[in-house]
């Protein structure tokens, strides 16, 4: 879903205004992108999978290896996907689960099982909901999809370990905060919690692969 840059330049506005740390954030990352170009949901939901659990640099390896199995270019389609073993998914880099994962997910989309268009009218909880019912997509992989796929500004993923170690280096000096700590800070970026997310990510250097 593309996002207009004023929308986008707002958010960064409001951001600026209820939090210095972000104000700050802002002026040395620039412009968020979230939304900034068309992002295919297959492709990002097959590269949320693939980034579970791995560093950056790890799930950037394996996609190269998948794409170019699987003969994509910028982006991979269920046929592509469905084309190939699992064993040779194996031999990129997928763990076994990983590799079965994506396969079903190719076969859902492909039969229309898991229709985009739909998941597009869904409010957030109700996407998140749906996502977390596919196989091998957990809550943090649904929220990265709403977040990047589908545009939604107001996401942010307590268990995304990047975002909470950002909010613990810059609220509690590294110290670790517990869940109501956290929320309570996170709260006051509502309704952009997705741009502060992405503003978080840039601080860490630990931003998932899309």
Known sequence: ???????????????????????RLIRSHGPCPIGATRRDPFQVLCSSIISQQLSVKAAATI???VHA???????MTP??????TP?????CGLSNAKAKWLQALATQVASGEL????????DDAAALVTL?????VGLWTAEMFIM???????????????????????????????EPATLDIVERWAPYRSVASWYLWRYTENAPLK
């Open 1 to 23: 879903m593309l996002i207009e840059r004023d929308v986008i330049a707002g958010a960064e506005r409001h951001l600026s205004r209820r939090c210095p740390h972000m104000r």
């Open 63 to 65: 996609q190269e290896r």
């Open 69 to 75: 199995l699987v003969g994509a270019k910028k982006r």
């Open 79 to 84: 046929a592509q996907l469905l084309a190939v």
């Open 87 to 91: 064993e040779a998914l194996r031999a």
């Open 115 to 122: 229709n985009f268009r739909k998941l597009a009218k869904m």
């Open 132 to 136: 977390d019912a596919l196989p091998g």
């Open 148 to 178: 990047f796929a589908m545009g939604r500004l107001d996401v942010f993923s307590m268990g995304d370990v990047g975002l909470r170690n950002g909010v613990n280096r810059l609220f509690g000096e590294g110290a670790k905060l517990d």
